[in-house]
């Protein structure tokens, strides 16, 4: 894909920018590079030497970001992989003055009808972040019973009647069905009908799939334990999220290593003996009616911020 494919704005901008704060000879990582947006932001505000660590385990992602980011030359460093890999992506580079998540599956995901994410747009039943790597979404079905199934669509979409949606899903794979926009028409008849204005019923589905099939939120929790040690102090970190599990393992994250020790140190040697974050966003930031207005998808997007203090 180019990167012209991959070119969209950029969710909460001003205020990532105004959290992060980049700076003149900073390090800053960017762990969900997508094709670019945030990075191109943080490169500007830190000129005229500050640094980008982007990472992103899609190729098409890395490829657009590359060539938007190229006039930065080596300012610019890019790696693929996941950001709960983060301590082995960062053991050469070291600890960075700032980091940027922006959860979830990017605008160039969602328009691609060969990654399966969109119900409108048909494609196959894949849903993998990294198309080069692990079981689909049709796999996930396939391998599941209809109660593992229903729990997936229980906890990760909060689905309505998860039971019966699983056993629409398992019936439409074992009937040999791997179209998007097929399946989601199964959902829509085995759910009540839509009240005018409301999403369609196979959103969450779609949603809890993908979270299982890419294990967002084992991957978000390998991050948020790892991140202290990679953040320099007085370093920042910004999470976008757009799904309340998202949003909850952040804040409980943040809000657990500003309050410091919970123990004797004796008994818990590991704890810091002092709150090592800083809470900058008392409640998670939400985009302005004039952002979701030019770009619908930021509606559910939370931002939460901190710094580093140790």
């Known amino acids: 894909m180019g990167g012209e494919a991959f070119r969209h704005t950029p969710v909460m901008a001003r205020e990532v920018v105004e959290y992060l704060q ?32 982007g990472i992103d385990h899609d190729r098409d992602a890395l490829e657009a970001a590359r060539d938007r980011l ?14 709960g890999q983060i301590e082995q992506l960062l053991a050469d580079i070291g600890p960075v003055d700032g980091f940027l998540l922006d959860l979830g599956v990017s605008s160039f ?11 409108r ?14 079981p689909t979404a049709r796999d996930l079905i396939e ?3 209809e109660n593992d199934l229903a729990q997936i669509l229980r906890e990760y979409g909060e689905v309505s009647m998860p039971r019966r949606v699983a056993r629409a899903l398992k019936r439409a794979v074992d009937e040999g069905i791997d179209s998007t926009v097929e399946v989601a028409e199964r959902i829509k008849r085995v759910l009540p009908k839509l ?3 409301s999403i369609h019923p196979a959103t969450t589905v779609f949603q809890a ?11 978000l929790e390998r991050f948020l334990e790892a991140f202290p040690r990679w953040l320099k102090t007085n370093g920042r970190i ?48 939400r985009p302005t009616d004039d952002e979701v207005e030019a770009n619908p998808r930021a509606r559910s997007a939370r931002l939460r911020a901190a710094r580093m203090r140790i």
């Open 121 to 134: 747009r048909d494609g196959s039943l894949d849903m993998r972040m990294d198309q080069s790597d692990g």
């Open 209 to 219: 799939l993908r979270i299982a099939v890419n294990a967002e939120l084992d991957v």
């Open 195 to 197: 009240r005018k204005g």
């Open 22 to 53: 980049p700076q003149a000879s900073g390090v800053y990582c960017d762990a969900t590079l997508g094709g670019g947006g945030h990075a191109e932001l943080i490169l500007e505000a830190s000129m005229p030497d500050g640094r980008l660590i």
């Open 238 to 285: 910004v999470v976008i999220a757009y799904h309340s599990l998202e949003d909850r393992l952040v804040k409980n994250r943040f809000r657990e290593l500003s309050r410091g020790p919970t123990g004797p140190a004796d008994l818990y040697p590991d704890e810091p003996r002092e709150a090592t974050l800083e809470i900058l966003t008392r409640k998670p930031l």
């Open 70 to 83: 190229e006039r930065y030359g080596e300012r610019a460093i890019m790696m693929r992989g996941n950001f």
């Open 143 to 145: 391998d599941s019973d």
């Open 109 to 119: 995901q969602l328009d691609a009808a060969d990654r399966g994410f969109s119900l």
